[in-house]
């Protein structure tokens, strides 16, 4: 079965530094790859997903992607850090089928 | 376009109760998947409707069922409730078709005393 696994619970960084949570997956065809924010007391927000149309993947506030099939990563950056951005983010995969596997997620704090 | 929505926010419940969780999609989506997150576990899929049939299902015991209607909303019921089943219930709906991103809403917090 696939999975993703999320490098770290929590990292900490300071305003206008850059972001940078790592993902990998365990697959044996390439998947579809997806990072969600979860802001406190609310649902999952769609950042961005990979679908095989290009390795470097642009999202919304300003995030990126690059899937690395030769390091089976989808690390998640983002070049300057917002107070904004603190909040949980989940790496997410999917085959054909519509069961997204999670990974356990990492909290990020934003240092003033 | 409205995104999805689920009712109730917040529940409380005894153990050994039942309850019903309610998701419209979003208009256009014809498939809605449920997860459920709790601290320990972190999210984990429960089954996946479309066009009123279950076409996926995850690793829970039989007390969750689902169904779906013929406009996609959905509901999510858990029977016998344990105190182990106070969690973030999520809905999610997408398209059905290949794009596969799901959007979801805001969940239901269950909290089972």
């Known amino acids: 079965a696939q999975s993703v696994t999320q490098l770290g619970s929590h990292v900490s960084v300071s305003e206008g530094a850059l972001v940078l949570l790592r993902c990998n997956y365990s697959?044996?065809?390439?998947?579809?790859l997806f990072w969600y924010v979860q802001y406190p007391n609310q649902g999952l927000q769609l950042l961005l997903k990979y679908t095989s149309a290009a390795t470097l993947v642009k999202g919304i506030n300003g995030f990126e992607a690059e899937f690395k099939k030769s390091e089976t990563s989808f690390h998640l950056t983002k070049p300057s850090a917002h107070m904004s951005d603190a909040a949980e983010y989940f790496c997410a995969v999917i085959l054909n089928d519509y069961k997204l596997s999670f990974g356990a997620g990492t909290t990020v704090t934003v240092r003033a | 376009k409205a995104g999805v929505t689920q009712t109730p926010r917040y529940l409380i419940k005894t153990r050994g109760q039942q309850v019903t969780l309610s998701c419209s999609p979003i208009?256009?989506?014809?498939?809605v998947s449920w997860y459920q997150q709790t601290p320990g576990q972190g999210l984990q899929f429960l089954f996946e409707?479309?066009?009123?049939?279950?076409?996926n299902k995850g690793n829970f015991p039989g007390r969750f069922s689902g169904r779906q209607f013929s406009n996609s909303r959905s509901e999510m019921n858990v029977s016998t409730l344990e105190l182990g089943d106070s969690a973030l219930y999520l809905c999610a709906s997408t398209t059905g078709g290949t794009g596969y991103e799901q959007y979801f809403g805001p969940g239901t917090r269950l909290t089972v005393t």
């Open positions: 208009s256009g989506h014809r498939s």
């Open positions: 409707y479309f066009s009123e049939t279950q076409r």
């Open positions: 697959s044996s065809v390439p998947p579809y």
